[in-house]
């Protein structure tokens, strides 16, 4: 069963509202941020994944840093990331931002050399019993059937098929977990993806019998359009905005939790987001669900890219990536790890005063000072601030030359711990 918030024509949706990229360089916003720091202590109890309690958390040296980026954005540096695309709210909003640079670019190469650009969605019949795992389960054994007929096959050489970029989409509905899958596909030959999309679709259902499962094309099991480039890069664009953390709407939560737990109206769909808002905000059986989606989704691939690009007169085909982007690919870990270029550091805080001051408000805050200070006045404005709320925490000026970091911060602790 489709619902509205997935299944409508996706190259007509709106470009995102949100610019996550953008908020990545400037400043935050801070009741996303406060909701987010939330979640995260919540996480960090309640996760049932290991990386996701330490992520954010968890220094990885001697030293945690306050660091504030080029753009003015103030962070925390030196602590452990997950990379989780499906479920962390912090690392999601980082590999997003990087995929949605790098799809945009592909297909505005593409789309420059002369291919055409398709987007292919496929959902399925599901029932609220149905188990996550194995609905996923099913879609990707169905998918990869799809994409080995000979059939398929056929229709890939009628469409001048050169490769796609493959999304995994998860929303919760009235009727339960509402896995589908969305493929921006590039072809040389314009007008065939509506073929192309029934002929996969046809091996996709097929295989999706063997599991008891239904997808029907004819009732929105399948939707194959072909996209300007202004319509995929906003699908590109949306895929930030669908798979961001964004804080619930206080009122829809106050309605949701006060309405019965987990109660919603007919047909309305949640994002995992939404339930770990619910969740935090004490709903046990979204907090079930968010369990349940981060055990399920671990270790699946949220994009996956496939095809080769061969020109005329080339000896050899390049994958599609090499193709249209010059640089190599990076996993969704180290696009989350990688959060530590270009930043200046401002503060450097020992783990112990670290995990004072990440219990409290003043995690949030003090990226709020840093963002807010002249930058000849940061170090000093985290100072004062820190005395104000009565903090015993010492934090240091960094030194001027970055490789010492470890050296002074050992050093002060052993002066601390001999003096203490
Ligand atoms: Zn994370």
Redesign the pocket.
Same mark, same amino acid.
């Given at each position: 069963m489709p619902n509205s918030e997935t299944s409508g024509p996706s190259g007509a949706r709106a470009p995102a509202s949100r610019d996550v990229a953008n908020n990545l360089r400037g400043p935050g916003s801070s009741a996303t941020r406060r909701a987010q720091l939330d979640a995260r202590r919540w996480l960090w109890r309640e996760s049932a994944l290991g990386r996701?309690q330490s @992520?954010?958390r968890v220094p990885t040296g001697p030293a945690v840093e306050l660091a504030v980026r080029a753009g003015g954005r103030a962070h925390w540096s030196g602590l452990v %990331?997950?990379? %989780?695309v499906h479920a @962390?709210p912090? @690392?999601s909003e980082r590999i997003w931002a990087a995929r949605q640079d790098e799809l945009s670019r592909l297909l505005t190469a593409a789309h420059d050399a002369g291919f055409t650009v398709s987007m292919l969605t496929f959902t399925v019949r599901h029932t609220a019993g149905d188990a996550l795992s194995a609905q996923l389960d099913a879609l990707n054994e169905a998918w990869t059937a799809a994409q080995n007929s000979t059939a398929t096959a056929r229709a890939k050489r009628d469409a001048g098929f050169v490769g796609m970029v493959r999304r995994l989409e998860i929303t919760d509905g009235a009727h339960g977990w509402h896995p589908h899958l969305h493929a921006l596909v590039i072809h040389r030959h314009a007008g065939a993806a509506a073929a192309l999309g029934a002929t996969m679709h046809r091996a996709f259902v097929a295989r999706l019998r063997r599991f008891g499962v239904e997808s029907w094309a004819t009732s929105g099991g399948l939707d194959a359009r072909e996209l300007t480039l202004g319509q995929a890069l906003a699908e590109v664009a949306s895929y930030v905005t669908k798979g961001t953390y964004e804080a619930l709407d206080p009122a829809r939560a106050a309605r949701e939790v006060s309405g019965g737990r987990g109660k919603r109206g007919r047909g309305a769909s949640r994002s995992h987001w939404q339930n770990l808002d619910l969740a935090v905000a004490g709903d046990r059986r979204c907090a079930a669900r968010v369990h349940e989606y981060e055990r399920a989704t671990k270790g699946r691939r949220a994009l996956t890219w496939t095809g080769a690009v061969q020109l005329d007169g080339e000896p050899v085909a390049l994958t599609l990536r090499d193709r249209f982007l010059s640089e190599p690919e990076r996993s969704d870990e180290e696009i989350?790890a990688d959060n530590d270029g270009d930043q200046t550091a401002v503060a450097l805080f020992t783990a112990s005063d670290w995990s004072l001051v990440r219990r409290d408000a003043a995690m949030v805050d003090l990226l709020e000072v840093v963002e807010t200070a002249a930058p000849d006045r940061r170090f000093d404005a985290v100072v004062a601030y820190l005395d104000a709320r009565g903090f015993r925490v010492v934090p240091w000026r960094p030194p001027p030359d970055p490789a010492t970091v470890s050296q002074t911060v050992s050093h002060t602790v052993s002066q601390t711990v001999s003096h203490g």
């Open positions: 996701l @992520c954010g %990331s997950c990379g %989780s @962390c912090v @690392c989350a």
